[in-house]
């Protein structure tokens, strides 16, 4: 299947700072990018929609602010955390559509764990 | 709204027992089905889907039926192996968009 890869895999740092995550197709072009986040023993919330040189659609309740989504080019999206504070520790995944066709499936990456001091 | 319930866990088994992990959802519309499954440090991969009522997803021995009279999507397999200790996650989407609701997921642990 496709291939979406994640960096990095984890990630330390301290309040206030800023953080970035990427999100790479390797095999396929994705027009539509998905970024998730996992809480413990939680579902998967969606927070936003990101799709390839257009400004990302946020949830309800997600502070576009606060995570920054850039989707560049059919293969890269990236999420930055900006001013982290300890709350926005989390588990966070991305996932991605291939452009043909609607199959229905996305493809995930391994996700990447946040964890801010 | 839509939603999907499933089972807490962790589910612990011993090899070849019976496994069943109950996911229910409430959906406008007419939804897809789906069970991913997330293996330790990767991320979720599809284990299977339907996409129509009393269609049945199949894959590794994993089965579950979309039955729309009870709205549940359960996962069953006959005979579980160590390999399949996971994070299983159930999932709807809507047909015409992109955008997939997920359950809490359910850690399977199997001993040997």
């Known amino acids: 299947g496709a291939v979406v890869s994640q960096h990095p895999s984890r990630v330390i740092c301290k309040s206030g700072t800023s953080v970035k995550i990427e999100c790479r197709s390797l095999?396929?072009?994705?027009?539509?990018m998905f970024w998730y986040r996992q809480f413990p023993k939680q579902s998967l919330m969606l927070m936003a929609t990101?799709?390839?040189?257009?400004?990302?659609?946020?949830e309800q309740g997600v502070e576009k602010d606060k995570f920054l989504i850039n989707h560049a080019s059919l293969t890269l999206s990236t999420l930055t955390v900006t001013s982290a504070h300890p709350e926005d520790s989390s588990f966070y995944i991305c996932?991605?559509?291939?452009?043909?066709?609607?199959?229905?499936?996305?493809?995930f990456g391994e996700g990447s764990r946040l964890t801010v001091l | 709204g839509n939603s999907v319930t499933q089972m807490e866990g962790p589910v612990t088994l011993s090899e070849e027992a019976f496994l069943t992990i109950n996911c229910t959802y409430t959906a406008t519309g007419y939804p897809s089905l789906f069970w991913y499954v997330q293996y330790p440090g990767e991320g979720l991969q599809l284990l299977l889907k339907a996409t129509k009522a009393d269609d049945k997803g199949s894959n590794k021995g994993f089965e579950a039926t979309y039955r729309k009279e009870t709205t549940s999507f359960h996962l069953e397999k006959g005979s579980v192996q160590v390999s399949d200790s996971a994070v299983y996650f159930c999932a709807l989407r809507l047909d015409n968009f992109n955008k997939f609701y997920f359950g809490s997921g359910t850690k399977l642990n199997v001993k040997p």
């Open positions: 990101s799709n390839e040189g257009s400004k990302a659609t946020y």
């Open positions: 095999d396929f072009q994705a027009t539509t």
């Open positions: 996932s991605a559509t291939q452009v043909q066709g609607r199959t229905g499936e996305l493809f």
